[in-house]
C-alpha cells in the first residue's frame, strides 16, 4: 500500500467521521495525517519498519497505532468501524458541489435521507425546501449535480489507471511463463478518462497467469474467467481485462484492443483492398520475434501505411495521413527544454523556489518558470504587489547562484469577470510573462465568457492563456466557450494556449489542439505542480499533446530559454 492509498484513507476517515459528529480536534487530527502522509517522500512501509511512525509531526500515538495496524494487516480498523456505522450514500452526497458534510448530515438526520436515489426524489418533491438555508436554486443545483455525477461514473482518471495497469503489469511480467505483457485499451489510446484497462499477456501457461492475478496485491476481486480471459476489478475500483495468449498473437491482439473501433475498421476496409485480413497472423510476421509493439508495426507496413502511434488511432484521417506519409514525428519527453507553471510556497504550493528549481533541474530540464497566484486569489495565499517583487528579488538572487538554469518570474494572475487581469500594467511588465487563467465566476454565458477570455489575452502582458475550459475531468464542466474565437484571438495576438498536464484538468481538450496546430499557435504544456512530484504530470500533458497531433516545433517549452522569451518581446 502506497504513501497515495494511505492518505485517501484517512481523509475518508476524517470525512465519515464529520458525517457522524465526531469530536472535532480529532477529525482535524486525521486530516492532518492525511496531508502529511501524502506530501511524504519516503514510504511509510520504511517509517513503521525502522519504528519512526509516532515520531512524524501531527501523528501521536492514537493515529500511529491505527496506520500500524493498517500497514500490517490492510485494514484501518477505525475507518472499519465508521464505514458499518455512517451509510454510504451519505459520503457519495458529499461528492455534491454544495453540499459539504454538515449539510448532508442535516439531510440525514432531518429527512431521513441515506442515498443519492432519495435525495432526487426529495428533490422532486420539494422537501429540500423545508430545511432552513435550503431554497429553490439549492434543489436545482443539487439535481443538476445528480446528473453530472451520474453522466462521470464508472470512469477514471488516466494517471490513476496507468499507475494501477502499470503496477498490475510488472506483478504479472515477474510470473514464470510470462514471456510479455502490454498495457492495451482506452489507456494505450492516451483518453483522459478511461472506463477499463486491458492488459494483453503473452504466456503458454494460462492457469498460471490465473493465479497470478489472485495473488496481485492490488487485485479486489477476479469477476469472470474464460478460456483466455481474466476479468477483475483493482482495489481502486478499475475494471481490467487480462486476455492471455500465444506470444505470436500479442501483435495483432494489441492492435486489436488498442482499437478505437473507428480506426479498426478503416484499416480493415484498406486490408479488404488489398486481399489480405486484418487478423491475419502472418501480417505480423517478422521472422526473429520482437516485442509486440515493435512486431505490430509489420502490421501497417503490410498495408503500405506508416506506423500510426497509438495515440492517434480514433478514425479522424490518420489513416489517410500515414499512406501519404504526412503523419508527424509525435512530441516526446525528452524534446522539452523547461516548463512553465509552477506554484511555491509563496502561494498555495508546498515547496520553496530554491528546491522547486533544483528539482527542475535534477529532472534536466534547463529553465522553469514560477507562477504563484496573483492577489485576488485569497484563497490560495495569492500575492500582494509588495509580496511579488518580494518574490521577483528571491528570484534574480538564485539565478546569480544557477550556472546552466534559469527561473523565469512569471504569475498565475486571474482573469477577473470584467476580463482585465489581476495587476497594474506596470506591475505585470516587470514580469518575464504571465498566464491568465479563470478562477471564478463559471456560470457566465458563452458569449461573455468569450469575451471575458478575449479582452484578457488582449491586454499586452498576457503570454499564455491558461487551463482555456476550466474543466475538472469528472468534476466539473468546462464554462461554455466559444474556442474557435478564442484560437483565432491567439493567432491575431501571439498569445501561446496552455496544455495543463494536472491529469484532472488536461486542459485544452486534446480535440481542440488539432486546430491549434493549423492555425500555428505555440503550445506549452505545463504541469501546474504545487510540490515536486507534481513535475510527473508533465508526462499526461506529453501523451495529450501526442493525441493531439503535435510534434516538437509546435510546442514551445521545447525551446531553449533565450528563444522562448524573444517569442514574448
Known amino acids: 500500500m502506497d504513501n497515495s492509498e494511505v492518505a485517501a484513507l484517512l481523509a475518508e476517515t476524517a470525512l465519515l467521521m464529520e458525517l457522524a459528529g465526531s469530536n472535532p480536534f480529532k477529525i482535524r487530527s486525521f486530516r492532518k495525517a492525511a496531508d502529511l502522509i501524502s506530501a511524504l517522500e519516503e514510504p511509510l512501509a520504511t517509517v513503521h519498519a525502522e519504528g519512526r511512525l509516532q ?54 438526520e432531518t429527512l431521513g435521507i441515506s442515498t443519492l436515489g432519495e435525495l432526487e426524489y426529495a428533490c422532486l418533491e420539494n422537501r429540500l425546501m423545508t430545511l432552513k438555508g435550503f431554497g429553490q436554486k439549492t434543489q436545482i443545483s443539487i439535481m443538476e449535480e445528480l446528473t453530472r455525477l451520474r453522466s462521470y461514473a464508472g470512469f477514471f482518471h488516466i494517471d490513476y489507471a496507468l499507475k494501477a495497469l502499470e503496477a498490475f503489469l510488472e506483478h504479472l511480467e515477474g510470473c514464470p511463463g510470462v514471456i510479455e505483457a502490454v498495457i492495451s485499451g482506452d489507456p494505450r489510446r492516451y483518453l483522459e478518462v478511461v472506463r477499463e484497462g486491458i492488459l494483453v499477456v503473452g504466456s503458454e501457461d494460462r492457469d498460471g497467469v490465473r493465479k497470478a492475478c489472485d495473488t496481485f496485491e492490488g487485485m479486489a476481486e477476479v469477476v469472470a474467467q474464460g478460456e483466455r480471459s481474466i476479468r477483475c476489478r483493482l482495489r481502486g475500483g478499475l475494471p481490467v481485462e487480462v486476455i492471455v495468449a500465444d506470444p505470436d498473437e500479442l501483435p ?3 492492435l486489436e484492443t488498442t482499437g478505437s473501433s473507428a480506426h479498426l475498421e478503416e484499416l480493415a476496409a484498406r486490408a479488404a483492398q488489398k486481399g489480405v485480413t486484418l487478423g491475419d497472423r502472418k501480417m505480423a510476421a517478422t521472422g526473429a520475434r520482437k516485442r509486440a509493439a515493435e512486431a505490430e508495426k509489420s502490421i501497417y507496413e503490410t498495408l ?16 489517410e495521413a500515414a499512406a501519404r506519409g504526412k503523419l508527424v514525428d509525435l512530441v516526446a519527453a525528452e524534446d522539452l527544454k523547461g516548463i512553465l507553471h509552477v506554484h511555491t510556497e509563496w502561494s498555495d504550493g508546498h515547496e520553496s523556489i530554491a528546491t522547486m528549481a533544483e528539482a527542475a533541474r535534477d529532472l534536466g530540464y534547463q529553465f522553469l518558470g514560477i507562477t504563484d497566484h496573483s492577489r485576488t486569489a485569497w484563497y ?29 518570474h512569471g504569475v498565475e494572475s486571474d482573469i477577473l469577470p470584467s476580463g482585465d487581469l489581476d495587476y497594474p500594467q506596470e506591475v505585470l511588465e516587470e514580469l518575464d510573462f504571465v498566464i491568465a487563467s479563470v478562477h471564478s ?49 491567439a493567432v491575431r495576438l501571439g498569445v501561446m494556449i496552455e496544455i495543463n498536464a494536472n491529469p484532472y484538468r488536461l486542459d485544452i481538450d486534446w480535440r481542440h489542439l488539432r486546430r491549434c496546430r493549423e492555425l500555428e499557435i505555440p503550445i506549452l504544456i505545463n504541469p501546474d505542480a504545487h510540490r515536486i512530484e507534481g513535475f510527473d504530470d508533465v508526462a499526461y500533458g506529453i501523451g495529450i499533446a501526442r493525441k493531439g497531433g503535435l510534434d516538437a516545433s509546435a510546442v514551445a517549452n521545447t525551446l531553449p530559454v533565450e528563444e522562448l522569451l524573444a517569442l514574448w518581446r
Open 252 to 254: 495483432f491482439l494489441l
Open 304 to 319: 503500405d501505411l506508416a506506423y500510426v502511434p497509438p495515440e492517434l488511432r480514433e478514425g479522424a484521417g490518420e489513416i
Open 380 to 408: 490560495a495565499n495569492g500575492l500582494s504587489i509588495e509580496r511579488l517583487q518580494e518574490q521577483g528579488a528571491e528570484i534574480a538572487r538564485l539565478n546569480a547562484e544557477f550556472e546552466g538554469f534559469r527561473i523565469l
Open 441 to 489: 465566476s463559471f456560470r457566465m454565458d458563452r458569449d461573455t465568457m468569450t469575451a471575458r477570455l478575449i479582452k484578457a489575452m488582449e491586454h499586452p502582458a498576457t503570454k499564455v492563456l491558461g487551463h482555456p475550459t476550466g474543466r475538472l475531468l469528472l468534476g466539473r464542466e468546462g464554462y461554455p466557450l466559444d474556442m474557435q474565437a478564442v484560437l483565432e484571438a
Open 55 to 108: 515520531k512524524l509531526p501531527g501523528v501521536g500515538k492514537g493515529i500511529g497505532g491505527e496506520l500500524a495496524g493498517l500497514l500490517e494487516s490492510g485494514k484501518l480498523a477505525v475507518l472499519e468501524e465508521l464505514r458499518e456505522k455512517v451509510p454510504r450514500g451519505l459520503l457519495e452526497m458529499t461528492r455534491i458541489r454544495g453540499l459539504g458534510p454538515a449539510k448532508v448530515k442535516k439531510i440525514h
